[in-house]
């Protein structure tokens, strides 16, 4: 039979155990991550955000996922849980759609969580690929460029390259922007175009019908959105005021 451990003997290896222990589960040193209550990366979180805010996506829409979406869970309108069943069709293939360069048009009543499907699309992009994109709102837009080129023009320069060269655009709401001013429906015909002819796929909101969107740009302009793109119609009541 073995001789027996001294009792004060297994308590100090016993208690330097313990620490050797707890010292594995957290950082090592003050200067370390720091972690929430969730267990989720400080420093990691706002890294997340920082990327969410460089694609456009703003505070209002940054926890939209299609998970995040069932889970709260779908209108009861039949219209939009169509429609929401083929743009997350879509986004299942999202890397050969945005290889051959197809988007998707969503245009309808306004509030039938359009531009929610649209930043639940970018999300699983930048999930799954790491791809670059970016959320432009149509209402904005021109006056970004116009006070970009103002302050700093290669800001502006940088700005408008990345509109027109990042693997997938969303043009939120088109159609809110100042048409009355000839050169920003000229703006947009060029962005639309020379994404045409690089292949690269645009998503677009819109509240406009098909016959106002085709009042309102160059026929040729909406022949090539509807060539590359999927357009699914949201004819659904708006849902603000009932899922607020």
């Not at 100090?12 to 200067?31: E, M, V």
């Not at 920082?50 to 939209?64: M, P, V």
């Not at 293939?93 to 245009?107: F, H, P």
Request: proline share 4%; hydrophobic share 35%.
């Amino acid at each position: 039979m073995g001789k027996q451990m001294d009792p004060d003997l297994q308590r100090l290896l016993g208690g330097i155990a313990k620490k050797r222990s707890a010292l594995t589960q957290k950082p090592s040193d003050a200067s370390g991550p720091t972690r929430s209550p969730a267990g989720i990366d400080a420093r990691e979180q706002e890294k997340h955000i920082k990327a969410l805010e460089f694609a456009g996506i703003g505070k209002r829409y940054q926890g939209i996922t299609f998970e995040s979406i069932e889970r709260r869970g779908l209108p009861p309108d039949w219209d939009i849980r169509q429609n929401y069943k083929a743009v997350k069709a879509y986004a299942d293939d999202i890397q050969q759609n945005v290889k051959r360069g197809y988007g998707l048009i969503l245009a309808g009543n306004y509030g039938t969580l359009k531009t929610t499907m649209a930043v639940a699309v970018m999300r699983h992009w930048m999930r799954v690929q790491d791809g670059g994109c970016l959320m432009v709102p149509m209402c904005s837009l021109i006056d970004n460029l116009f006070t970009m080129r103002a302050l700093n023009k290669e800001e502006w320069a940088r700005y408008e390259r990345r509109i027109r060269s990042t693997p997938l655009l969303v043009l939120d709401d088109l159609g809110s922007e100042n048409i009355d001013q000839g050169w920003v429906l000229s703006k947009v015909d060029s962005i639309i175009t020379e994404r045409y002819n690089k292949m690269l796929p645009i998503i677009v909101t819109t509240n406009l019908s098909k016959e106002e969107l085709a009042g309102t740009y160059s026929g040729r302009i909406m022949d090539r959105l509807r060539n590359t793109s999927q357009c699914l119609v949201f004819t659904g009541a708006s849902q603000r005021k009932v899922r607020a």
